[in-house]
């Protein structure tokens, strides 16, 4: 087979692999193992018996499919990065600061100033 066909096929073939294979992804994400979240930002809280007291954190956390669907659902409708922020901001409140319930009652975390959010799954 000629070099030049041959990467064509190839070409050709992850082409139509790829989105297949990245949609299998975001499906098994958003219905049961959820995806990771990194977020480098400036993270305050709110909280009985919490100081307040804000710091910038880069944070990387297991999300849940509940919220993975909610992102990638928006992602899909094009939001924008702050359109994102109140879901990842819930997000992250529930794996990383009250780790699933189960510390931190009644624990609200807010972030601004993003340097960067980046999704894996």
Do not use: N
């Amino acid at each position: 087979m000629q070099k030049g066909l041959r990467a064509a096929l190839s070409e050709e073939t992850e082409s139509e692999w790829q989105p297949q294979v990245r949609g299998q992804e975001r499906q098994q994400a958003s219905t049961s193992s959820g995806m990771m979240v990194e977020v480098t930002a400036y993270f305050g809280f709110t909280c009985l018996g919490s100081s307040g007291a804000g710091r910038i954190r880069t944070i990387t956390t297991p999300i849940s499919p509940t919220y993975a669907k909610q992102i990638l659902e928006l992602q899909e409708a094009r939001a924008t990065d702050e359109d994102l922020h109140p879901i990842v901001t819930e997000a992250i409140t529930e794996s990383y600061f009250t780790e699933w319930g189960t510390r931190a009652d009644g624990l609200r975390a807010d972030f601004t100033h993003v340097h960067s959010i980046d999704f894996q799954f």
